[in-house]
């Protein structure tokens, strides 16, 4: 999992996390309750991760491999969190996009989140530009 968020940092697009990443670090400290994992002839093509608050609600995060995009991976992932934050008795899940994350705003959309907002010039990239993130919820 850690391998392929670092993979999916490199793109320097999707994800706000960026180059370089402590492979090492981040898998001895991924928190296992509340993420999925896709799988394809035993390799993680995907996952994604609930952080679940005390308030009910859970932020979500995921990630497809590029050659697994397009294909429902990233759908089938979010049905089992929906499945599964109903089960936790959350009663909203919540994320944040980036506005030019066509792909990841269509998924978001396709199973009911609506946008609630945006964050001004909120996260520094390391090339020093400054960019919008768009909050979406889904009430459960
Ligand atoms: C966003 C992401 C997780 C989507 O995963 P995926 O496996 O490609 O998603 P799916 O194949 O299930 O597609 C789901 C929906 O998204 C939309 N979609 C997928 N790719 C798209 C694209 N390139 N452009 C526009 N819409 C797209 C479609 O509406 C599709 O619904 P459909 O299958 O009914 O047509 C994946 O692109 C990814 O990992 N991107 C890089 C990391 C990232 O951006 N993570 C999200 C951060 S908020």
Redesign the pocket.
């Known amino acids: 999992m850690a391998l392929l968020f670092a993979a999916?940092a490199e793109?320097r697009?999707?994800?706000a996390a960026e180059p370089p990443v402590d492979v090492e670090r981040r898998a001895a400290h991924w928190h296992l309750g509340g993420t999925f994992v896709a799988l394809a002839g035993g390799e993680i093509v995907?996952a994604l991760f609930v952080d679940e608050s005390g308030f009910g609600f859970g932020e979500l995060?995921?990630?497809?491999a590029r050659d697994?995009?397009?294909?429902?991976?990233?759908?089938?992932l979010v049905v089992a969190a929906i499945d599964w934050a109903r089960t936790r008795r959350l009663h909203k899940l919540v994320?944040?996009?980036?506005p030019h994350?066509?792909?990841?705003v269509?998924?978001y959309r396709?199973f009911g989140f609506v946008e609630e907002g945006r964050r001004t010039k909120h996260i520094r990239r390391s090339n020093g530009e400054l960019w919008d993130l768009v909050d979406m919820g889904l009430l459960l």
Do not use: P, Q, T, Y
Request: cysteine-free; overall charge neutral.
């Open positions: 999916v793109e697009d999707g994800i995907g995060g995921m990630f497809v697994w995009r397009g294909r429902g991976v990233g759908s089938a994320l944040s996009v980036f994350n066509e792909a990841a269509a998924l396709k």
